[in-house]
Structures are given as structure tokens and as C-alpha cells.
């Protein structure tokens, strides 16, 4: 069956505008959960979705970044005015159930800040 | 959250056991042990999980001790595919915390 898919694959936009990236889990799983990578780094835990509570949103870095996930299905990251900073690859995946169950990830959205 | 420490990076020969081990010393009752694999410019994959004991399948083994305040992943026979960064995770399904994965163990298998 499909994957996770994530779009863009790569993003480049200039400093101060805003980003949308999405993510398509795999059709039934609950949670979804939302990474960045910096290169040559671990991943950075950012926001969690699990079915319908109340998303755990405690890895978020800053008031600029924030995430949706609509009909328990897709979810949008959304970063306003980037930064330098923000430049990493935003890895997105979902699992059948909450945590312990294994996570499939997506490509990643490779974001560049200008 | 149980915060875990691994090493940094480990160098390998090809054919070699490799053994990673996690620190885990505040682990929870209700905590389990999972370990995923990342090679360059991927998404991290699952390779196995644990609660106690020794947890064996295809691609690796988990041991872990009674107190199960660490836990070491034995990749057996490493092949220069075996290449990546592994991380060890804790935690448990039930709460909304996610687990995290924190910087990893970066494996070089050489020729």
C-alpha cells in the first residue's frame, strides 16, 4: 500500500515569508507525528497528533511554527515568517496507534531559508 | 520522559558483531525499548522492541538486563550497508507525551 507522502520535496523561499508544507499518512493510522532534521543532526520532535486529543504540540520551537491536522487525516505544518534557522528537513510520520507502535516516515520536505 | 544516552558514533568491520548500548536509568514500569535505523537522507525505520529479556527477529537482537536501566542492540555479522545512525528510544503508549529519538549512535562499518 502507499506511504507517507510529503509535499513539497524541497522548498526554497526567501527570509520573513511564510511555509506551508504537507503530509499524507498511510490511510487508517492515528497518529502522526511531525520531525525537523538539521544536517548531520538527531530529529527534533516538534508535534504530535494522536486520533481526536488534544495534539501534544511541547517540541513546537516557537509561536511561528504551528500545525494542523484536518479530519484526522492530513496535516499541515505551517511556519511563519522564516528563518535562517528553520532551514532543515521536516520529516513527517504516522503509526497504526499511539507511540510504541511503529512510526512509517515520509521522504521529507528539505526547506531553505534564504 | 526517560532520557536516554547512547555513544555518539561507533566504527565496525564488516562481518563484525556490533553492540549499541542505551542508558535508560529513570525508565518507567509501564516503559518499553524501541530501536530505529536511519541512513542518509532517509526517514528513520523500526527495527525492533523490547520490554525485557532478549527480543530477537530478522535484523537484530535486544538484550536487556532485570533492571532494565539499559538495553543493547547486537547487530549480528555487519555488512557496510549496516552504515547509518541508530537511535533508542523509551516510552510508553499510554499518556500523550511522544517519545523522543535525541542524537543517535552513528555506526561506520568499513571494509
Known amino acids: 500500500g502507499a506511504g507517507v507522502s510529503q509535499s513539497p520535496s524541497n522548498k526554497v523561499t526567501e527570509k520573513g515569508k511564510d511555509v506551508e508544507l504537507r503530509c499524507d499518512p498511510i490511510s487508517g493510522h492515528t497518529a502522526l507525528y511531525w520531525y525537523r532534521q538539521s544536517l548531520g543532526q538527531g530529529l527534533e520532535f516538534l508535534i504530535y497528533?494522536?486520533?481526536?486529543?488534544?495534539?501534544?504540540k511541547s517540541g513546537l520551537p516557537s509561536d511561528r511554527f504551528s500545525a494542523e491536522r484536518t479530519g484526522g487525516s492530513v496535516s499541515t505544518l505551517t511556519i511563519q515568517r522564516t528563518q535562517q534557522e528553520d532551514s532543515a528537513v521536516y520529516l513527517c510520520?504516522?503509526?497504526?496507534?499511539?507511540?510504541?507502535?511503529?512510526?512509517?516516515f515520509g521522504p521529507g520536505t528539505r526547506l531553505t531559508v534564504l | 520522559l526517560a532520557k536516554t544516552t547512547q555513544p555518539i558514533s561507533m566504527d565496525s568491520y564488516e562481518g563484525q558483531e556490533v553492540n549499541i548500548t542505551c542508558s535508560h536509568n529513570?525508565?518507567?514500569?509501564?516503559?518499553?525499548i524501541t530501536w530505529y535505523q536511519q541512513f542518509p537522507s532517509q526517514g528513520p525505520r523500526f527495527i525492533i522492541q523490547g520490554y525485557k529479556t532478549k527480543v530477537t527477529n530478522e535484523v537484530a537482537s535486544l538484550f536487556i538486563p532485570a533492571d532494565r536501566k539499559s538495553s543493547t542492540l547486537s547487530l549480528p555479522r555487519v555488512s557496510l550497508s549496516d552504515t547509518a545512525v541508530y537511535y533508542c528510544l523509551v516510552g510508553t503508549d499510554t499518556g500523550r507525551r511522544a517519545l523522543t529519538f535525541g542524537s543517535g549512535t552513528r555506526l561506520q562499518v568499513q571494509p
Open positions: 497528533f494522536q486520533g481526536n486529543s488534544a495534539p501534544d
Open positions: 529513570n525508565i518507567a514500569t509501564n516503559d518499553y
Open positions: 510520520a504516522s503509526s497504526r496507534g499511539p507511540n510504541l507502535d511503529e512510526q512509517f
